[in-house]
């Protein structure tokens, strides 16, 4: 499983929306209907699954699929 489709594995965890059905400009809150405690309980996943540490500025910038996973890739990067 490729790192992107493991990632919307994770956010389909939390809405009606299928990995294979997810595109990279949904937003989290009016396209995937997440709500704030969603958003948190998500963001706490991602750090466990692929092992970095989100800061809580970084993470308020972050309102789409697509914007969440380069946020991820660079976390990774930095390791």
Do not use: H
Not at 16 to 26: A, F
């Amino acid at each position: 499983m490729t790192q992107e489709m493991q990632f919307k594995t994770i956010v389909a965890q939390y809405c009606e929306v299928t990995p294979e059905d997810m595109t990279n400009e949904m937003r989290f809150r009016e396209d995937l209907g997440f709500s704030s405690l969603d958003f948190m309980s998500f963001l706490g996943e991602l750090e466990d699954e692929f092992d970095v540490e989100l800061e809580e500025e970084d993470a308020l910038q972050v309102w789409t699929v697509g914007e969440a996973l380069e946020l991820l890739e660079k976390l990774q990067a930095e390791g």
